[in-house]
Structures are given as C-alpha cells and as structure tokens.
C-alpha cells in the first residue's frame, strides 16, 4: 500500500470500515453514557452523575463479590486439574488421550442451560450444596476447564517438553523437580493466557449461571439482567459500566499476554 | 578450549560400560534391539554409527536410563548394575541433538541447574559454573538468554551444562547433525579435544562417518537392531566385516571377478584364491585405485571426471557394464570420453563372506 496512491476504493473500504465499527461501538457507549445520565429519557442534557452507580454498588455489591469470588475459586480449580489435565494429555499421546481432548470440548459445544439442567438434576437433591456458591462455582468450572486445558496444551505442545524433561533428569532432578522447575516455568505463557480466559468467562458466565443459581446467591451478570428487568435504566447501564470496569482490564491483558507469547517465538 | 581442559576440578575417574544381553522392544511389538552385548573401555569414547532406525539411539537411551531393557537385559556402570536406576540417578551426562537447553533459564543458570539440583553450596557452584564457561570460551555469554545464543554456541552451553556435573559417563545424541556443515567440523575438533582432555567414558551417536572415524576411539557400527561390526575406526574402513559396512563406510568399488580352480580371475589379473568357483565380488576403495598408461588390470572409458583439489575424482565404465570410482592425484588430466587402464596393488582387495 504506497502512499499518495490511494485510490476510491481505499477510501470505499475506510467508510465501510468505520461505519461498522461504529455500529457495534454505539450501543456500548450509549449504554455507558446511559449508565452516568441523571435522566435517560430527556438525555445526556439532564446532566452527567455518579448517584446511579453509587446506587448499584450499594445495591449490588454482594454479587458483584460473589462474581469476583467465584471467578477466583474457578480459576484455583482450573489451574488445579486443568494444568495436570494438559501435561498427561500432552506427556502421553495417544488414542485415548486423543478422545479426552474431544471430550474435552463437550461443556463448551453443549448449551449452557442443557449442562446446568443437568447439574440441578443430579445434585439438585443435596439441598446445602444447591443453596450454596459452590453450586455456580461447580457449572464454571465444567465450563471453563476446557479453555484453560486447550491454552496449556498448546504451548505444551510447542515447547517439546518430552526432551526439556529429558534434559532436566539427565542432570540429576527428580520428576517434582523437574515439573515446578521445568516444566511450570516453561508453560508459563500458556498458563497465564488460560487463566486470564477462565477469569474473564467466569466473571460474565450467564446462561449456566441463571439456572443453578438462587435468589441469595446471585452473580454479576445475573443481577445485571434482573436490573434490566425491573429497574431504571439507568441502573442497568451503570451495573454495565462496572461489568467493564471489571472485564476491560481482563481482556486487555490477554491480548498483552498473546502478543508477547507470539513474540518470543 | 585448549590445555585448561585438563583442569583438575573437571577430570573424573573414568567408568566403563557394559551392556548384558540387551534387547529392546517397544509397545507396539518393533524390535528397536536385538539382545546385545557390549562393553565400553573406561576413558573411551565409542561411536555408535548406522542409518537411522538401526537401534544406535535406542542403544544410548538404554545407557542413559531414559528406556529400560528388555527383561533379562542388564546395565553396568562399572561393577554397579544401574538397570533399574532411572537417568536422574545414574549421574550420566547428556548432550542432545536439540539441545535441551531450558528457556526459562539463561547461560549461567542453565550451567548451574545440575549443581542447583546436587545441592552444590552457591559460592562453589558459583566458581564451577564460571570455570566450565571459561573452559568454553562463553565466559561473556553467561547473562545471555538461551534464544540468543546461535547454534553452536547452543551446544557449547549443551556440552557445559552436561559437564559441570562431572558425569560418570558423557552421552552424546547426534550433537552436531543440526548445524551447518563449516560449523560441524570446527566443534567436531573441539569436542574431540575435549574429551581426550577430560578421559571420561563416552558416547557418541551419529549418523555421520566423518564424525565417527574423526571422534571415536571405537566404532559399533549397527544395521536393523543388530551390531555390524565394533572396531577402531582403521579396521572398519579398511577390514569391514561385511558388505552392510563396506558399503556403509566411505566408498567401495565392486570388482566384477571369477574364480576357477583356486584362480581369481579381474580382467587380466590371476590371483591364487580360496573359495568356492564362480562369479564372485571383490572390493577395493577409490584411492587405491590407480589409472596407468600401460597393461594395467581393467581397460575402461571416462564417464565423469571432477576436480576436488586435492583429488580428482574419476568413474570409469569397464567392460561388463559397471562403473568403478577411481580417486586420482588432484592433478591428473584426463576428460570425459578417453579411455584409461586400472591397475591396483592385489594386497588392497577386499573379499566379504557372502551374506547379503
């Protein structure tokens, strides 16, 4: 693309561009703005407050706690068995570990609301689990699990690990050594990039989330919809513009994470 | 690398290696290895040398302790059976073709991490690590990370890591085969110089001859899971034990022959022989190989004739339709299309039981 030279259809395809972009920008921004509106009905003219937001975070603090809290708890459980999960699937490769990574993928192909239904039919019947977070804790990590195997494995696999093994006990270290020493080290860009995925889906998880759980118990993105549905408007935007101010940064650090992961390569 | 290789605080006792009946099947029923038996002289190095899929990796992972053998096989570290001993405690070194260096980790710590894992007390891990990289010249790369480092300079930090722990045994897996050709040669010298410095046991895999007559004080050349042949790299190229290492090793020449009544009959040379009458094959080394202007034993024509240099490589087409490789002085003349007589000294040929 030498410049000076740029001809109508350059600038075609610039409008075309932009003028999606907007499109999908628009309706966050409205309801960003929405969220700081005194009255959205008469507009951004009522004047700009922070009253809404004040209002949710007094309202809703505890599922926004929550939210953070399960995402956390998910995470620790991710980590737990999916960084294991990814170094057997990786370490022996075969038949069936190949069908384990199919399987893998199931809590991810299959409807939320399917696996959760599923969940409320089995355990439904133990009525303290049922009542308590870690009946939403359960449904996140069943779906999030295959995205931080997936991430882990894929470095996993890029690194030849089968040989870096092979190396580190050549030289005298044990396999806990080895695996703390070695191979977590080296996984590491895979590891963070998994973890930052589940936070994120974790935080904004809504179709299981809905089903299993209960008026006490309520997340982030559920209590967002019920504000939708019975409250001000503005109260519903403000609860997003905090959802962003949670997720933003998640994101932005995956992309960091990303970028230098392809970079060192 | 030079004379400080001698350094005392890197010199270990050498150890020899013995193989018991060694056989190697893998999960899936293929025979990596047919029962061996072998014995590496302490201080030795031993090349293990054959086309790959011949069981000259297997055999080394055997001895590393990174496969185990087939049940009823043993392996001696001196008297010690360290059979079932897996690598990490068998306090071998290894040098890998991919190296195996850790990224994590930069030169100096990669050097250090088998002192890390002895529990060396730091000042005088510290002082080891800094004398193995004085040994390798990288005394200036120790701050480097691992993807800075280009490839030779890779299995130099390779070599130091596998080192500095003075291993009872050095393993090396095809250590050069993923560097360039001038680059080869050159660690090729150093290596060789190294571990005649340190007389440590060990062993080398490749699939390369140059190496092995360069670096082994032994060759184990290997076909299909079987030994072909172990000698000192003299008796393998000049008394192969077979047609496999003949062919294998260097160039051979096969000599269209008869024998009748006790004669071997090459062109218009008659040699008494031993063996059963009939066509029979002998073989002699392009060098040996002389092209003359009178009698000489085979009259040919000049098919390819290139200038090496110090040689000139000629293939010369004979009579009965087969081509023979005739390594000249580097300043013969001659040209595509004359026609040349090949004498050779009778004591230079070749005869193999037939058994391929």
């Known amino acids: 693309m030498a410049g000076g030279s740029r001809g109508p259809a350059f600038w075609g395809q610039l409008a075309f561009t932009l003028l999606v972009c907007l499109m999908l920008v628009s309706p966050i921004v409205l309801s960003l703005l929405a969220g700081v509106t005194q009255n959205y009905f008469v507009g951004i003219r009522s004047g700009v407050t922070l009253r809404w937001v004040e209002e949710v975070l007094r309202t809703y603090s505890g599922t926004i706690l929550l939210s953070v809290q399960i995402a956390f708890a998910c995470l620790a459980c991710t980590l737990l068995l999916g960084v294991p999960a990814a170094y057997v699937l990786s370490r022996h490769q075969g038949r069936a570990t190949r069908l384990v990574e199919e399987l893998l993928v199931m809590p991810v192909a299959i409807p939320g609301l399917a696996t959760a239904l599923a969940l409320i039919i089995t355990y439904g019947g133990f009525g303290d689990f049922r009542r308590s977070w870690l009946f939403i804790l359960v449904g996140h990590v069943l779906f999030t699990l295959p995205f931080m195997v997936r991430a882990v494995l894929a470095v996993m696999n890029s690194v030849d690990l089968a040989t870096l093994e092979e190396g580190a006990a050549s030289l005298g270290a044990g396999f806990v050594r080895r695996f703390f020493g070695v191979v977590l080290p080296n996984c590491m860009p895979g590891i963070l990039a998994g973890s930052l995925m589940v936070v994120t889906l974790s935080i904004g998880e809504f179709n299981l989330t809905w089903l299993l759980h209960t008026p006490l118990g309520k997340t982030l993105p559920v209590g967002l919809a019920d504000a939708y549905a019975s409250l001000r408007i503005e109260i519903g935007s403000a609860y997003t513009l905090i959802f962003f101010v949670i997720i933003i940064p998640c994101l932005v650090l995956m992309q960091a994470v990303a970028r230098r992961g392809a970079g060192s390569k | ?356």
């Open chain 2, 1 to 356: 690398m030079s004379a400080t290789a001698k350094s005392d605080s890197f010199r270990v006792e050498p150890v020899p290696v013995r193989l018991e009946g060694c056989s190697k099947t893998f999960g899936n029923g293929a025979r990596a290895l047919e029962p061996l038996d072998l014995t590496i002289r302490g201080g030795e190095t031993m090349v293990f040398l054959g086309p790959s899929g011949c069981g000259k990796t297997t055999t080394l992972r055997l001895i590393a302790g990174l496969e185990s053998p087939d049940p009823g096989g043993r392996v001696f570290f001196g008297d010690e059976d360290v059979t079932r001993l897996p690598i990490e405690r068998r306090n071998v070194g290894m040098v890998f073709q991919s190296y195996a260096l850790f990224p994590n980790m930069n030169v100096a710590q990669n050097v250090a991490y088998g002192l890390r894992v002895r529990s060396v007390e730091r000042r005088q891990r510290d002082r080891r690590v800094d004398e193995m990289l004085a040994m390798m010249q990288m005394a200036d790369l120790a701050g480097r990370r691992i993807d800075q480092l280009s490839g030779g300079q890779r299995q130099r930090v390779a070599l130091a890591r596998a080192l500095v722990v003075r291993p009872r045994v050095l393993l090396l897996d095809e250590p050069l085969t993923a560097l360039d050709a001038k680059l080869r040669d050159g660690l090729r010298l150093e290596i060789d110089r190294l571990l005649r410095g340190l007389g440590i046991t060990a062993v080398y895999v490749t699939h390369d001859q140059g190496e092995a007559m360069a670096l082994g004080d032994r060759i184990t050349v290997m076909a299909r899971g079987r030994v072909a042949q172990i000698g000192t790299p003299q008796d393998i190229y000049f008394r192969p034990a077979d047609a496999f290492v003949a062919e294998f090793i260097g160039t051979m020449n096969r000599l269209p022959a008869r024998v009748d009544d006790g004669i071997l009959q090459i062109g218009s040379l008659q040699l008494p022989w031993q063996g059963p009458a009939g066509t029979t094959t002998v073989l002699i080394r392009p060098e040996d190989v002389r092209l003359q202007d009178d009698d000489g034993v085979l009259t040919g024509m000049v098919s390819v004739a290139v200038f090496l240099g110090d040689r000139t490589r000629v293939v010369v087409d004979v009579a009965d339709g087969s081509s023979i490789i005739v390594d000249a002085p580097g300043r013969t003349s001659v040209a595509r299309g004359d026609t040349v007589r090949l004498g050779f000294d009778p004591a230079r040929l070749l005869s193999l039981p037939d058994r391929s």
